[in-house]
């Protein structure tokens, strides 16, 4: 396979979702530590602020689930792609070298 397709790196794809998945790793750590640090904060809250304390540590939970599955989804999507450019450059690479092979005589100089 040809090290250069019209990209810097033929693996790029698949290093942008395994970079992808990296960095919701670190985001999903950070956000359960603000979870856990919003969860002390709201011992010193009562009636109705805590409710909507709480309610809004709920939304901001859900919103950041599906952030992740968002991030999930496309980081698989990125290697499902780099797996189908490695496929289209080996199957250009084997009918380049097969047409090659056809010329037959034509691959030697007609003047030699």
């Not at 790196?9 to 640090?37: A, C, F, K, W």
């Not at 968002?70 to 070298?97: H, M, P, R, V, Y």
């Amino acid at each position: 396979m040809s090290n250069h397709a019209g990209l810097e790196n033929v693996n790029s794809l698949s290093q942008g979702g395994e970079q992808l998945g990296q960095e919701s790793d670190g985001l999903r750590t950070q956000m359960n530590q603000l979870i856990n640090d919003m969860s002390g904060d709201a011992d010193s809250l009562q009636g109705q602020a805590l409710h909507d304390f709480r309610e809004a540590r709920n939304s901001l939970t859900e919103r950041f689930d599906e952030l992740m599955t968002w991030c999930s989804q496309n980081g698989i999507k990125l290697n499902e792609g780099q797996q189908q450019f490695n496929l289209t450059d080996s199957e250009a690479s084997d009918d380049f070298a097969a047409s090659g092979q056809d010329l037959g005589g034509l691959s030697r100089p007609v003047n030699a």
